[in-house]
């Protein structure tokens, strides 16, 4: 009796501390966090990690006359979305400028004029960073972004978007990497005589990558070079990830099963990138983000002014660029599509996250390129994506390699497969 009287007042002393419990008043602490100082709290990580962006087209502003990258550009007004100061606003630590050639024909004449286009804008790239050395400088390693931010500085690194200026001559690729290179996307909108293109209207060619192509990503695994199968078609991501002896990159893609487009991967192909080690850099372009209603008279539209133009992007004068550009903007008027937003970049990373694992992601906007959506239009506004993650629940280590750490662990292993390779007897 005396045992279980004791019991009963245990119990009643328990009830009245769970009761005390569950009616205490919430402290300060376990408020609801605000937006305001949720935003406070992602600016404050954003500033913190590494942020890599590894795409961005901008070396084809840079080769036109007077275009400085140590001014800041209007947006709407030039087009132009990267250059220095927007990328200190935005507190983007460190970039991939990718020398992009578009797809020509296919002969000597042809590989010649591409190589000559493509060390032009490396070219570019690198005087730019020794003009603006107070500010910036080029990135050759892994470590070079961090020692760069360190500095205060911006780290620069190269690419190459299309391997058409490699042409047929093997040399090349060491010729590019002797000059800064450190990732070359094997394909752009058409097949070349290295890969198969996801868009190219004639369809495949090689069945994916080229006798020749195998060539060139071997050369790449033992210099040092990230093999980045964005604008591939299916079967190159395959052949890749059988034929690289080192982790491979998707540069600039995005989730075939959130957005349904060809550009984008299928959950097996994250799976497989995940079992080779390598990264998907989701990028900022709304086709790939979100998928819009059918808009005929847009297409015809857009198709009637790209009919129009005589010759490359590259090749226009300034009068010719700013009159299509005014083209685009009134098309864009005219005939709107709805917009790809924030959200819709977390919603593929959430994706991706779950199918591959959070070492698996990253970020490359491909700014310059088509890249810029609402709440991401420039370099300026990279921080939203950070603010969105953090509204999600993403931790800052997850926040962390997804802004440039998964990207550098790939690079590292880059780095190691060819030092291992060039060990060899």
Not at 140 to 163: F, H, M
Not at 182 to 208: F, K, P
Not at 312 to 330: H, Q, V, Y
Request: with cysteine; glycine share 8%; net charge negative.
């Amino acid at each position: 009796m005396k045992n279980q009287s004791k019991n009963l007042s245990v119990l009643f002393v328990l009830f009245l501390v769970i009761i005390g419990c569950k009616e205490a008043p919430k402290s300060n602490t376990d408020e609801a966090e605000t937006e305001e100082q949720l935003v406070a709290r992602a600016m404050e990580i954003h500033k913190k990690v590494l942020t890599v962006d590894t795409h961005a087209d901008t070396p084809l502003r840079m080769i036109e006359p007077g275009f400085d990258m140590a001014e800041r550009h209007d947006p709407k007004e030039t087009g132009s979305k990267v250059d220095y100061p927007r990328m200190k606003e935005g507190d983007l630590d460190a970039i991939f400028f990718a020398a992009f050639v578009a797809q020509d024909i296919r002969d000597d004449d042809g590989n010649t004029r591409a190589k000559a286009l493509c060390l032009q804008m490396i070219d570019s790239v690198i005087a730019s960073t020794e003009r603006n050395s107070d500010i910036v400088g080029l990135a050759l390693d892994p470590n070079d972004a961090y020692e760069l931010e360190k500095a205060g500085k911006r780290a620069i690194y190269i690419g190459i978007e299309n391997g058409y200026p490699i042409g047929s001559d093997l040399s090349n690729v060491e010729e590019y990497y002797n000059k800064g290179v450190r990732y070359i996307t094997l394909v752009h909108s058409s097949n070349n005589d290295l890969a198969d293109s996801a868009t190219d209207d004639n369809g495949t060619e090689h069945g994916g990558i080229s006798e020749f192509g195998s060539k060139v990503v071997g050369e790449m695994n033992r210099l040092g070079i990230m093999v980045d199968v964005s604008h591939g078609n299916d079967s190159v991501f395959y052949d890749a990830i059988k034929m690289s002896k080192a982790p491979i990159i998707a540069s600039h893609s995005n989730a075939r099963s959130v957005t349904d487009h060809k550009r984008n991967m299928t959950d097996e192909m994250l799976k497989l990138m995940a079992d080779n080690g390598g990264v998907v850099q989701l990028t900022m372009l709304a086709d790939y983000l979100r998928t819009a209603p059918p808009n005929a008279a847009r297409d015809s539209a857009m198709a009637a002014i790209r009919a129009s133009m005589t010759k490359p992007i590259s090749e226009l004068t300034d009068e010719e660029r700013a009159e299509l550009r005014k083209s685009f903007n009134e098309l864009n008027e005219k005939f709107p599509n709805p917009p790809a937003t924030v959200e819709h970049v977390v919603d593929h990373i959430d994706h991706i996250v779950k199918v591959a694992g959070i070492d698996h992601v990253g970020i490359g906007c491909d700014f310059d390129g088509g890249g810029g959506i609402e709440g991401v239009f420039d370099a300026s506004e990279v921080m939203n994506i950070t603010i969105e993650l953090v509204r999600r629940g993403y931790t800052e280590e997850q926040i962390e390699k997804i802004w440039g750490g998964n990207l550098i662990r790939v690079f590292k292993d880059v780095q190691k497969t060819a030092e291992e390779i060039q060990a060899e007897p």
